[in-house]
T-cell receptor, first 111, second 118 residues
Framework: LAKTTQPISMDSYEGQEVNITCSHNNIATNDYITWYQQFPSQGPRFIIQ???TKVTNEVASLFIPADRKSSTLSLPRVSLSDTAVYYCLVGPYTGRRALTFGSGTRLQVQP | EAQVTQNPRYLITVTGKKLTVTCSQNMNHEYMSWYRQDPGLGLRQIYYSMNVEVTDKGDVPEGYKVSRKEKRNFPLILESPSPNQTSLYFC?????????????????FGPGTRLTVL
């Protein structure tokens, strides 16, 4: 199983861009990279998913280098409401396999 | 409204008393899963199901059972709960690859069940 490693915590200020990197050295060929956001006492919420290069949606961007051994979630101009835990998940697009979340990165945004 | 529901939301019980946490989704998703979340350990998968009557162990299945008799329901059963199963539990569902709405990894999570075993 592809294990993921993320920083335990990060601090930022409102209006700044935040980049959270996830390391997944053993990623398999058919694995996708997915990021979730979790607020206290709530279930995680899907943010973005990608396989290679760059993916962008209305909330974030995901950068994946050619070797796919890491990925970076980029949050543009964060606000206080972006304070949450962010999880990187590596898992297959199809097939029967357990999915493993990392321990997550706790992002604290300050005014 | 598309959602995953769990019941109960909070439960305090005693060691050895069998309990079931229900999970239901109204999105016709094939994939369903249970996770537990403990401080410092993130989310760990307990069991998952690819479809009706198909279940598989996740990373931490010991002490748990599941069943998938209907597509919308995926109950989590603790036959003999112990204090080390005190945790926050989440159920999730997802369409499988090729589905109209989402890929396999885009899971929709329920609100969580906080279980305390004394």
């Amino acid at each position: 199983l592809a294990k993921t490693t993320q920083p335990i915590s990060m601090d930022s200020y409102e209006g700044q861009e935040v980049n959270i990197t996830c390391s997944h050295n053993n990623i398999a060929t058919n694995d996708y990279i997915t990021w979730y956001q979790q607020f206290p006492s709530q279930g995680p919420r899907f943010i973005i998913q990608g396989y290679k290069t760059k993916v962008t949606n209305e909330v974030a961007s995901l950068f994946i280098p050619a070797d796919r051994k890491s990925s970076t979630l980029s949050l543009p101009r964060v606000s206080l409401s972006d304070t949450a835990v962010y999880y990187c998940l590596v898992g297959p697009y199809t097939g029967r396999r357990a999915l493993t979340f990392g321990s997550g990165t706790r992002l604290q945004v300050q005014p | 409204e598309a959602q995953v529901t769990q019941n109960p939301r909070y439960l305090i019980t005693v060691t050895g008393k069998k309990l079931t946490v229900t999970c239901s989704q109204n999105m016709n998703h094939e994939y369903m899963s249970w996770y537990r979340q403990d401080p410092g350990l993130g989310l760990r998968q307990i069991y998952y199901s690819m479809n009706v009557e198909v279940t598989d162990k996740g990373d931490v299945p010991e002490g748990y059972k599941v069943s998938r008799k209907e597509k919308r329901n995926f109950p989590l059963i603790l036959e003999s709960p112990s204090p080390n199963q005190t945790s926050l539990y989440f159920c999730a569902s997802s369409a499988l690859a090729g589905g109209k709405r989402s890929s396999y990894n885009e899971q929709f999570f329920g609100p969580g069940t906080r279980l305390t075993v004394l």
